[in-house]
């Protein structure tokens, strides 16, 4: 029995002092690498750290330098992680990446309101919170309708199901794989209202123009006037007639800004270099319309004015569109003008280094090149 005892005590011995040699963990019971104290070999499975969160590796207990976890919700899919003596680093030694978190929140952009519809527009956060941006949510006020946009960067999101001559506002908010971030500012408040068709065109219209409180009550109604556009640009505050102005013009499709452009010099517009590809289509550059509609062409402005019971103000008016003498706003100092007298109504058309606007007085109407720097009347198509 003795012995026994004396065997199984060398064994025990033995095997301890193998251990605190070398370690190999092998499928071909091969032994470790004569460099290293440990050594695990296969083709069929990997090496699995220890898992943890963010939170859980930072109640790690006075962590040794060299010390290795995969951190479970860092970066955007994990990552592992090494304890560098003072700082945990990703295997290559840079700083580790933070937990993932929620998005930041949105910033909201104008809205614009459809018959029933609206779009409205943001801007990507700063911060993605460590994961890709899935989608974008815009919620109503009143009545929490909902729309969703499928993307990681800015855009415009569509929301139907809206009561028209009802005022809603919307809030945006971001959702990646951790969440959804807070909701953004409200938006500016937008009323739908319904559309219009002219029988003799068959071409359907919003019942106003952008920025109108109302449709025309006469040629003269000031509340149906609306805002006055640049040609080509988006709705960023500068339309409202009493925008701040500059003399600065742009370099990007998007100045950044809610200023009106003046231009004094040649080619007279707000963008350089020019850009002739702004506001063509639904889906144009900057087009300033709720989804589905469009700047109407110089051909669809014309093909309603041969519809009209005469040639003029007064046709203008009594057409379906019920369009009033809007003014126009100067391109060189930014003045506001002829309102009450003549009706200046941008189209998507460019000739040149100008676009072509449509215009009517008390006794006649026409079609004219314009400097694209000059503020105009928008009036939208359905496409």
Known sequence: MKIIKNLLLLFAIIATYSISAQVAITTDGSSAHGSAMLEVKSTAKGFLPPRMTEAERDNISSPAAGLIVWCTDCAEFGEMQVYNGINWTTMVGYAATPARTVPDVPTIGPAVAG??????????????????????????????????????????????????????????????????????????????????????????????????????????????????????????????????????????DVPGHGNYIRAPNSPYDWRSPQNNNLWQGVSGTNNPCPPGYRLPTDAEWNAERLSWSSDDAAGAFNSPLKLPLTGHRNYNDGSLGSAGSYGNYWSATVSGANSLRFTFYSSGAFSATNSRAMGQSVRCIKD
């Not at 943001?122 to 815009?138: M, V």
């Not at 001559?165 to 739908?192: D, E, I, M, Q």
């Not at 071409?203 to 805002?227: H, M």
């Open 115 to 252: 018959d029933g519809v609206a779009g409205v527009t943001f801007t990507a956060p700063a911060s993605n919170g460590g994961a890709t941006i899935t989608s974008y949510t815009a919620t109503s006020n009143p009545g929490d309708i909902t729309g969703t946009l499928y993307q990681a960067g800015s855009g415009t999101i569509t929301i139907t199901g809206l009561t028209n001559l009802t005022s809603y506002t919307f809030t945006v908010t971001a959702t990646n794989s951790v969440g959804t971030s807070a909701a953004s500012n409200a938006s500016n408040a937008v009323t739908p209202t319904p559309d219009v068709t002219n029988p003799a065109t068959g071409k359907t219209w919003r019942d106003r123009n952008l920025g109108a409180s109302r449709v025309a009550q006469s040629s003269t109604d000031a509340e149906a006037y609306g805002d006055l556009y640049q040609w080509g640009r988006l709705d960023d505050g500068h339309q409202v007639r009493t925008s701040p102005t500059t003399t600065t013009l742009s370099n990007s």
